[in-house]
């Protein structure tokens, strides 16, 4: 099928049927871009027909539906635009620095949240020139330690699991457990 038609048969659908519209009507579409990361095991999973998430009885198979569907639109959506900010401020011999995003266009993130954001995670920043001076309306020095990292024992586990249980497509193997094993060595 070709992959312009893919979101129109969606216009019908609940969850997606606005984007879609959004993505053809304001020349929105793009085609989806060849990744990096190709391990021939499979074509990409792209949602073949129309369907109406509500009539999947199965509510895990309405949730990959609907996360296919979604990750499929986002696939054929502009990258989303932002500005970052690096704000650094001197006080004494100190120096302290947050970061704040302004997301300008949000185009793929409108489709695929919740599983995706876009953040610095240090909230917003105003909107400042180089050069300005600020007076602070609080200033707080907490007592604190720092720890060493916990091990990661997590990420072994996860190997030991996926070899036991014999998942093993190309990609799970060099992605999962090659990556922890190089950590290790």
């Known amino acids: 099928m070709n992959s312009f038609a893919m979101p129109f048969t969606h216009q019908t659908q609940c969850c997606t049927h ?17 990744g990096p990361n190709d391990d021939s095991a499979h074509p990409p999973i792209t949602p073949c027909k129309a369907v109406d998430p509500q009539t999947i009885a199965d509510r895990n198979q309405r949730e990959i539906y609907v996360l296919i569907v979604k990750h499929y639109l986002a696939c054929c959506s502009r990258d989303a635009i932002g500005k970052e900010t690096v704000l650094t401020v001197k006080m004494a011999s100190e120096e302290f620095t947050a970061k704040g995003l302004m997301i300008l266009e949000r185009n793929w993130l409108e489709i695929y949240s919740p599983w995706e954001r876009w953040s610095t995670g240090q909230g917003e920043l105003p909107a400042l020139q180089v050069g300005s001076r600020i007076t602070p309306n609080t200033l707080l020095m907490k007592d604190g330690r720092t720890t060493s990292p916990s091990p990661i024992s997590g990420e072994l586990n996860n190997v030991v699991i996926r070899c036991e249980s014999y998942l093993r497509t190309r990609n799970i193997w060099s992605h999962s457990i090659n990556m922890p094993m190089k950590r290790w060595s």
Do not use: D, E, G, T
């Open 18 to 34: 606005r984007y879609s519209a959004k993505l053809l009507n304001n020349n929105n579409f793009q085609n989806p871009r060849a």
